[in-house]
């Protein structure tokens, strides 16, 4: 639950880590000095009180030449995407990283973009969510990018769409069937941005049609 009252009130109040989140520093140690995992979380979606989705931008590294096609590093590879907690015994366990179909590291190209600046999905920012009735979780989030510009996550990018369980604990997996479970787990692009432009966010909105009162719209709001 988040504190209230007034200024004076708030101000007393201290920020907490999450239990069981990584305490470690952006320099990569800990609070003592030691060598410690890193990670890069930017938006955060609660499915419900026991389940969080994390994106994980990546740390922006480009790795030139590029090793086997891809630019991202080790780090970005390993945790970079939307990851997935869930609360166990009053601590946040991190359960799977949904990855596949993000293709970090590859670069792509863009109309009207300058080729030498080919950027590649370094992870994910910002996000939102839906719980459907039937236990699945459809999650869309914008992605982050690393190329040769110097300014990472300032290329063109994309909105993306990932489905997953939210009961589950380990990365769903289809069984080769091609119906709808292959689909789990593996994000799909709805819209790529443009020569100058950089998606920023994603959020739901409603919107009204004859014979159909649960409908929703998804609205990416961007800079251009």
Not at 46 to 71: Q, R
Not at 164 to 187: C, K
Request: glycine letters at 12%.
């Amino acid at each position: 639950m988040l504190p209230n009252g007034g200024a004076a009130q708030l101000a007393t109040q201290s920020i907490a880590i999450l239990p069981g989140f990584p305490a470690s520093l952006a320099s990569g140690v800990d609070q003592n000095g030691k060598p410690a995992p890193v990670s890069f979380p930017f938006g955060i979606w609660f499915a419900d009180a026991n389940t969080l989705y994390v994106c994980d931008e990546g740390d922006g590294t480009l790795v030139t030449p590029a090793v086997s096609g891809n630019v991202a590093d080790a780090a970005s590879q390993a945790t970079a995407g939307v990851q997935k907690w869930g609360l166990v015994n009053g601590s946040w366990k991190l359960d799977y990283i949904l990855q596949d179909g993000l293709d970090i590291g590859i670069p792509y190209s863009v109309p009207d973009y300058p080729a030498a600046l080919n950027p590649a999905t370094g992870g994910c920012r910002n996000l939102t969510g839906r719980v459907r009735r039937d236990g699945t979780v459809d999650i869309y989030a914008v992605t982050s990018t690393i190329s040769a510009s110097g300014d990472q996550g300032a290329d063109p990018n994309k909105l993306v769409k990932v489905t997953d369980r939210l009961r589950a604990t380990t990365l769903p997996q289809g069984d080769g069937d091609h119906d709808r479970d292959d689909s789990f787990s593996r994000f799909v692009t709805i819209r790529s941005a443009r020569a100058g432009e950089v998606l920023r966010g994603v959020a739901f909105a409603p919107q009204e049609r004859d014979g159909d009162e649960d409908c929703e719209r998804d609205e990416d709001h961007h800079d251009r």
